[in-house]
């Protein structure tokens, strides 16, 4: 497996916007749920400078991208909120079209998208790359190879995971599921979730130490 990792002053993007017109914020989105490809429903924890915590609220109340924007808590270091966000294009969408996924939280700062994603296929890699310089100016960071899934699991939970992403568990619509995979490797349905749960848990956690 590879980790690629980049920046992104992603174009037509509220997020971008909003990092843009207060820069020295830190921004790390939370993707609580994804309504549809273009609706979604996100926690900002925005860290920095209490000044302006209403100024930045007013500001995104004003978009018409966001559909909700309320405030969940906060303290003179950081500001949370909860947005539910309508635009054309997500850096979400590039990634879960070649069957890859997040390695960590992505956050945004001086206008600039920072993303840490995990792919199977490094040949993917460049077709990926093209793909996100249509939607901004991009800048790759890391990309490497990351051989730890054999060392992590064991055996159950390697034969799970790999009958998993082989049969397209991974994609984007998913091609089977638990129910299937259990049934064609004759296991109790909810040992083969627990396995595979573990699993990813496992390799998200390996790669996201390394970044």
Known sequence: M????FRIRHKNCSETALSIKF???HITVFDIQSRNRREKQYLYSITGNEKYFDEITAYLKKLKNYKLVKEVERNKESLVLLVILDQKSYIQNIIQKYNSFFIDLHTVYEGYEYWHVGIFDRNLIEPMRKDLKKMGDLEALYIGEVDFA???????QKKIFNFAFENGYYEIPRKTTIAKISKALKLNHATAGEHLLKAENKIITSMARKV
């Open 23 to 25: 820069p020295k914020y």
């Open 2 to 5: 590879f980790k690629f990792s």
């Open 150 to 156: 054999h060392t992590l699991l064991s055996e159950q």
